[in-house]
T-cell receptor
Framework: KAGVTQTPRYLIKTRGQQVTLSCSPI?????VSWYQQTPGQGLQFLFE???????NKGNFPGRFSGRQFSNSRSEMNVSTLELGDSALYLC??????????????FGPGTRLTVL | QQQVKQSPQSLIVQKGGISIINCAYE??????FPWYQQFPGKGPALLIA?????SEKKEGRFTISFNKSAKQFSLHIMDSQPGDSATYFC????????????FGPGTRLSVLP
């Protein structure tokens, strides 16, 4: 089975721009969770989508949004980028809701740099 | 109450030694405690996990010890190898709480040859 794929792997943007990141979960997995990883804050939960519906949301401003398509692929959007948004954005998939599953499978991440 | 505390922040161990990483939580609703291993440039990968109905789980060189009353759990890596050098994250989640995984801040382990 192919693992979780994320595109692009690297991205450089400037302040004020917006960005869209993509995640393809493992085939058959219906849950996609997004995390932000920074040296200072560690791994922080952004949101989880299951069957095209947002099921959980972390403590991030409304500039961070996402969606999930009928094939379970997910996109994450960040509008009006700030320098502090520079981070590794990780996507994780699981067959059920993440908290009910035995394991989340992480992708390699998208490294976003905001200049 | 949502935090998971992890220590030490970094750890240096000689090859063949034992690496011990500790985590503590406050939310008694947590019922699943995984450990993730992350190599540079990669996403975290599940190493081993435990539920609170057991006090210890062992998989190969990796052991989780769980103390429910103290709300602490730890990862022991026996016979540490240079290939174990990575960042380790503990995490916690609850099926009933509806909250996704909460991660500790991570421990950077370096195993010297």
């Amino acid at each position: 089975k192919a693992g979780v794929t994320q595109t692009p792997r690297y991205l450089i943007k400037t302040r004020g721009q917006q960005v869209t990141l993509s995640c393809s979960p493992i085939s058959g997995h219906r849950s996609v969770s997004w995390y932000q990883q920074t040296p200072g804050q560690g791994l922080q939960f952004l949101f989880e989508y299951f069957s095209e519906t947002q099921r959980n949301k972390g403590n991030f401003p409304g500039r961070f949004s996402g969606r999930q398509f009928s094939n379970s692929r997910s996109e994450m959007n960040v509008s009006t980028l700030e320098l502090g948004d520079s981070a590794l954005y990780l996507c994780a998939s699981s067959p059920q809701l993440a908290a009910s599953a035995s394991e989340q499978f992480f992708g390699p991440g998208t490294r976003l740099t905001v200049l | 109450q949502q935090q998971v505390k992890q220590s030490p922040q970094s750890l240096i161990v000689q090859k063949g030694g034992i690496s011990i990483i500790n985590c503590a939580y406050e939310n008694t609703a947590f019922d699943y405690f995984p450990w993730y291993q992350q190599f540079p440039g990669k996403g975290p990968a599940l190493l081993i996990a435990i539920r609170p109905d057991v006090s210890e789980k062992k998989e190969g060189r990796f052991t989780i010890s769980f103390n429910k009353s103290a709300k602490q759990f730890s990862l022991h890596i026996m016979d540490s190898q240079p290939g174990d050098s990575a960042t380790y994250f503990c995490a916690a989640s609850s099926r009933n709480y509806g909250q996704n995984f909460v991660f500790g801040p991570g421990t950077r382990l370096s195993v010297l040859p």
